[in-house]
Structures are given as C-alpha cells and as structure tokens.
Nanobody, 126 residues
Framework: VQLQASGGGSVQAGDSLRLSCATSERTVGVWIMGWFRQAPGKEREFVAAIKWREGLKYYANFVKGRFTVSRDPAENAAYLHMSSLEPEDTAVYFC????????????????????WGQGTLVTVSS
C-alpha cells in the first residue's frame, strides 16, 4: 500500500486545513488509517485514527474537538480536517495504514502501522 499525503500549507492561527491521504490501491486490506505528526526536534506523535470498515474514530487529547478524521472507501482516501489551528500544531503530518489485524502495542503507537506516506508540512503562524 502506497500512501500520499497532501493538503499542508502555511496558515494563520485559527485557520483550517484539510489533509488528504490517497492510497495506491484498494484499501480492502486496511484495518486502520492513522494520522501522526512530527514537529522539529520532537518525536512523532499520534493525532487521529479511523477504523476503515467500522468508521470508529480515535483522537489524541490535544485535538480537543478541533480535528476530524474521516475516510471515503470509494475514493480509497482518508482525510484529516483541522480547524482552530494553533502554532503548536506546526509539524509534518503523516498518514499511515495498519493492515495487520492485531496490535503490537496499540493503535496510538507509530510502530503498529505498516505503511507510511511521505508527510505534508503544516505551518501555523500566530
């Protein structure tokens, strides 16, 4: 599974962005699609995830209702809609796919994901 994240950019605090994650093939084998981010000098951290078949959604605490994860099976794509962006949200955002149907740790762990996109940069200015 090849993933392509897009939609990043430079915005002002309070603005919104929608990130997209396109997959190279049918996502029939995908169990969970996740979004992670990595700020300069920091470790990669979990942002949100969605179980592909059921549509169940999971969020990091810092999202605080500002972000919404979704997927479109017909388009083989996942999305992360981000609103009320803050300078602290500045990071490279990655989408990731988990095809293995068991947890090595949990769905919040980057090590549990099997395929990664190249990342898209989001810069939020105050």
């Amino acid at each position: 599974v090849q993933l392509q994240a897009s939609g990043g950019g430079s915005v002002q605090a309070g603005d919104s962005l929608r990130l997209s994650c396109a997959t190279s093939e049918r996502t029939v084998g995908v169990w969970i699609m996740g979004w992670f981010r990595q700020a300069p000098g920091k470790e990669r951290e979990f942002v949100a995830a969605i179980k592909w078949r059921e549509g169940l959604k999971y969020y990091a605490n810092f999202v605080k209702g500002r972000f919404t994860v979704s997927r479109d099976p017909a388009e083989n794509a996942a999305y992360l809609h981000m609103s009320s962006l803050e300078p602290e949200d500045t990071a490279v955002y990655f989408c990731a796919a988990k095809t293995t149907t068991y947890y090595r740790k949990n769905l919040y762990s980057a090590g549990d994901y099997d395929y990664w996109g190249q990342g898209t940069l989001v810069t939020v200015s105050s």
